[in-house]
C-alpha cells in the first residue's frame, strides 16, 4: 500500500484495510516518514515510525513492525 496513511483520515483507511485482508494476510506500507520535505512543498503529514505502529495497532494489526531508511525521511510497515 502505497500512501496508505496518507489520507485525510488514516485510521479510517487502515480499518478498512484491515476488514478486507484476508484472513492470515499482510498489509505492507511504504511512506514518507515525519520531517520529509513533502511536509513543507506539497503541505502533507507524515508520521514517525512510533505513530504508525500506535495507529496499525489501534487499528487491530498484529505483528507490527515499522522500520526507517537510516538517514532518510521514508519508512516501511507490515503488521497482520
Known sequence: ????IGYSDP???LREAE???KPGGTIL???FAK?????RIWGETYYTP???EAMLRKCGF???NVQQVPGK???FASGR
Open 1 to 4: 500500500m502505497r500512501d496508505g
Open 11 to 13: 485510521i479510517a483507511a
Open 19 to 21: 476488514r478486507v485482508l
Open 29 to 31: 506500507i511504504a511512506d
Open 35 to 39: 520531517g520529509h520535505e513533502g511536509e
Open 50 to 52: 512510533k505513530q504508525v
Open 62 to 64: 498484529e505483528e507490527v
Open 73 to 75: 525521511h521514508f519508512l
